[in-house]
C-alpha cells in the first residue's frame, strides 16, 4: 500500500478540518526509522472551546435519536471502518511502530466495539418495579451529555474505540484527545466519522498532555472524562474529575505476575512468558512484566525462555514476518533502556537481549532486543514500577503462599496470569491475587464478555466489549410515580 497518512492533520470539528486558533503545530515521526511522518495541530484553549461547544450543539439532538436509528448509524461506521482496515492498520503500523499483524487485528477488533455496545444499547429493557401498590419506579439509563476522552500511545486505535463505542451508543457526544505521539489513526478513524455520522457528535482535538490535555481538564463543559495512560496522569485527571464532581473512568498503568509451576504445561508456559511482555514491544499495560517461577524448576525454564525471546524476529513494523516492531518514541526507547541500567545496577543478571538493536537497517529507528532480567527480587525499582517496554523481571518462589505474597506486593493490580495444570490450584491462587484480570493457563486473551481494568494504583471502571463500559457512559434517573392521590410520601403513608 501506498504511503496513506497525510502531510498535514487540523482539527476535526463539527465534521469539518478546521486550524488551530493560535496556529501551532506538532511534529509526528517514524519509530522504525525516525523520518518525518505529519504535522499536527497543537491544540490552543479556545480550540478546545470550540470542539466542546461543538459536540454540546450535536448532543441535542443525537441524545434524542431513535435506537433503532443510531443503531443503523453505528452499524454502518463499523461496516465503513472494516472496508478501511488495512489503511488504518499501515497507518497505525507507521505511528505506533506495532508490527502489522497486530495492527490488522486492532482495527478490527476496535471496530466490533461499535457493533457490541449498538447491540446492547438496543437491546437495553430498562426496568420498572413496583415498590407497593400505590406507586412505580421507572428507572431507566440516560446519556451524559458532552464526554471528554484522553487517551496514550500503545494502542491509539483499539483503546480509543473502547471509549468511544459505548459513549456513542449510549448517545452521548465526545471530544478525544489522543495522544502527541501518535495522532494519526483517530485522524483517519475521523475522516470516516464525517461521512456518517452528524457533525459535532465526535471530534478530535490533538496536542500536548501539558497543553490540549490540560485545557481539556480546565473546561467546564465536560460530564465524564475517560483516561486511558499512567498512573502518574491518572492522579492529575482524578483530582480534575473530583474538582467538577463528573465521573471518570480510569484505566492505569499494570505491573502483572506471570505466575508458572513445576506442573505447568512446560511448552505452553513459556509462550505465555512470551506472549505476556512481547506483543506491542511490552508496550501494554496488561504486560506480564514479572514472570514469577518455582524455585525448583527456576533455571531450565529460564534457560528455556531465554531461547525462545532470542528467537524472536525484531524488525520493520510493516514486514509481515516481523515479529516485534519498534518502540513508540525516542522518549520511551531511553526509558527502556534506563530501566535495564537500574537493574544492572539493582543486581539483575541480564539473561537476554539489554540492548538497542542497531544492525540490520534498524539503525535509525528504537529497536529493543527482547530481555529477562534475572534473580531479580521483587522489592527492587524493576519489579516495582511499570517499564513499559519488552522487558520482563524473572524472580524465584518457594511455595503458593510465597507467589500470592510477591504477586500482591505491588502498587498495581491489573492482570497476571497462573500456569498449573492443577485447576484447582490455580483457580486458588487467581482468587487471592488482587487483580482486574487474572488468566489461567493463557495470558493476554481479551475476549468479548471480559470486563477489562484495574484494582489498586491500576485504575477505576471497566472497558472491553462489556455492558459495564455501557453503564459508565450513563447515569441512572428514575420517575416516581403515584397511583393514590392521599399518598404523598414515605413519611405522610
Ligand atoms: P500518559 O499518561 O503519559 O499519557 C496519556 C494521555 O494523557 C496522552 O494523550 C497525553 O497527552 C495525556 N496527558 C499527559 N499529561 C496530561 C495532563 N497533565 N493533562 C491531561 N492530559 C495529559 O501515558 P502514555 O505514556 O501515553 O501511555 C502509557 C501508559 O498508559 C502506561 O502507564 C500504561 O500502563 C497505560 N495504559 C493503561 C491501560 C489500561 O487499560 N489500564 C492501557 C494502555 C496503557
Not at 490533538?206 to 490540560?214: D, E, F, M, Q
Request: hydrophobic residues 40%.
Amino acid at each position: 500500500m501506498k504511503n496513506p497518512i497525510d502531510e498535514n492533520y487540523k482539527l476535526f470539528i463539527n465534521n469539518a478540518w478546521q486550524d488551530g486558533v493560535e496556529g501551532k503545530t506538532f511534529k509526528t515521526y517514524s519509530p522504525a526509522n525516525g523520518e518525518l511522518l505529519a504535522t499536527c495541530v497543537d491544540a490552543g484553549r479556545e480550540d478546545v472551546d470550540r470542539a466542546v461547544q461543538a459536540a454540546w450543539a450535536a448532543y441535542n439532538s443525537w441524545k434524542d435519536v431513535s435506537r433503532d436509528e443510531r443503531f443503523r448509524l453505528l452499524m454502518k461506521l463499523a461496516d465503513k471502518l472494516d472496508e478501511n482496515s488495512e489503511k488504518l492498520a499501515t497507518v497505525e503500523s507507521m505511528d505506533a511502530g506495532m508490527i502489522i499483524r497486530e495492527s490488522m487485528q486492532e482495527i478490527p477488533r476496535g471496530n466490533d466495539e461499535l457493533r457490541y455496545y449498538a447491540a446492547a444499547m438496543k437491546t437495553d429493557e430498562g426496568g420498572i418495579n413496583v415498590p407497593d401498590r400505590d406507586s412505580i419506579n421507572l428507572v431507566f439509563r440516560e446519556s451524559l451529555g458532552v464526554v471528554g476522552l484522553i487517551v496514550p500511545w500503545n494502542f491509539p486505535y483499539g483503546l480509543a474505540m473502547w471509549k468511544i463505542a459505548p459513549a456513542l451508543a449510549a448517545g452521548n457526544t465526545i471530544v478525544l484527545k489522543p495522544s502527541s505521539e501518535t495522532s494519526l489513526s483517530m485522524l483517519e478513524f475521523a475522516k470516516v466519522v464525517a461521512e456518517v455520522l452528524p457533525p459535532g457528535v465526535f471530534n478530535v482535538i490533538t496536542g500536548r498532555g501539558s497543553t490540549a490535555g490540560n485545557y481539556m481538564l480546565a473546561h467546564d463543559g465536560f460530564r465524564k472524562l475517560g483516561f486511558t495512560g499512567s498512573t502518574d496522569v491518572g492522579f492529575t485527571i482524578a483530582k480534575a474529575a473530583a474538582e467538577k464532581i463528573i465521573p471518570a473512568t480510569l484505566e492505569l498503568g499494570g505491573k502483572s505476575a506471570n505466575i508458572v509451576f513445576p506442573d505447568c504445561n512446560w511448552q505452553k508456559a513459556i509462550e505465555g512468558v512470551a506472549f505476556g511482555i512481547l506483543p506491542n514491544q511490552g508496550q501494554l499495560c496488561i504486560g506480564g512484566s514479572r514472570v514469577l517461577v518455582h524455585e525448583s524448576i527456576y533455571d531450565r525454564f529460564l534457560a528455556d525462555c531465554v531461547d525462545f525471546f532470542n528467537a524472536i524476529k525484531v524488525g520493520n513494523p510493516l514486514d509481515e514476518s516481523s515479529q516485534m516492531g519498534a518502540i513508540n518514541n525516542a522518549s520511551q526507547l531511553k526509558t527502556i533502556l534506563d530501566y535495564i541500567a537500574l537493574g544492572r545496577q539493582e543486581g539483575a543478571r541480564v539473561a537476554c537481549g539489554g540492548y538497542r538493536i542497531t544492525d540490520n537497517g534498524l539503525g535509525k529507528g528504537y529497536f529493543i532486543k527482547p530481555t529477562i532480567l534475572a534473580d531479580v527480587d521483587n522489592k527492587w525499582r524493576v519489579a516495582q514500577e511499570e517499564i513499559f517496554g519488552p522487558v520482563t523481571c524473572f524472580i524465584k518462589f518457594k511455595d503458593e503462599a510465597d507467589a500470592i505474597r510477591i504477586a500482591n506486593d505491588s502498587p498495581f493490580g491489573l492482570g497476571g496470569g497462573v500456569w498449573s495444570q492443577d485447576i484447582n490450584r490455580a483457580i486458588r491462587i487467581a482468587r487471592a491475587i488482587e487483580t482486574g484480570v487474572m488468566w489461567v493457563n493463557c495470558y493476554y486473551a481479551v475476549p468479548q464478555g471480559m470486563p477489562f481494568g484495574g484494582c489498586k494504583k491500576s485504575g477505576i471502571g471497566r472497558e472491553n466489549h462489556h455492558r459495564l463500559a455501557l453503564d459508565a457512559y450513563t447515569q441512572v434517573r428514575t420517575i416516581h410515580v403515584s397511583l393514590n392521590p392521599d399518598r404523598m410520601g414515605w413519611y405522610a403513608s
